[in-house]
């Protein structure tokens, strides 16, 4: 679901430091499994990085939901939101 400017930055940093990066699987039909998401957030996620709607798949991801259970963990939260703006409201 990821756009490549939004993961390749992160697998780079993952190769240079070390760090453990982790996908949330989607449905067949390239929704975000989000009880997924809940099982794997832990007290050790740092950030969660994630496209708000992807252009190529067209879902648009449940921001408010994944911002809060981030939030929730201790996790700040980034969220690429390039495909999303020309194509609905967004409000940060």
Do not use: C
């Not at 990821?2 to 039909?29: F, T, Y």
């Not at 975000?32 to 809940?38: D, H, M, P, Q, W």
């Not at 980034?78 to 999303?84: K, N, R, T």
């Amino acid at each position: 679901m990821e756009h490549h400017s939004n993961i390749v930055p992160w697998q780079m940093l993952r190769d240079e430091k070390g760090l453990v990066l982790k996908a949330v699987p989607v449905s067949d039909d390239g929704e975000f499994i989000l009880s997924e998401y809940k099982n794997m957030l832990s007290s050790k996620t740092k950030l969660v990085a994630i496209t708000h709607t992807s252009n190529a798949l067209g879902t648009v991801t449940p921001a408010a939901e994944i911002a809060k259970l981030a939030h929730s963990a201790g996790a700040k939260v980034l969220f690429d939101g390039s495909q999303a703006v020309v194509h609905m409201p967004v409000d940060v």
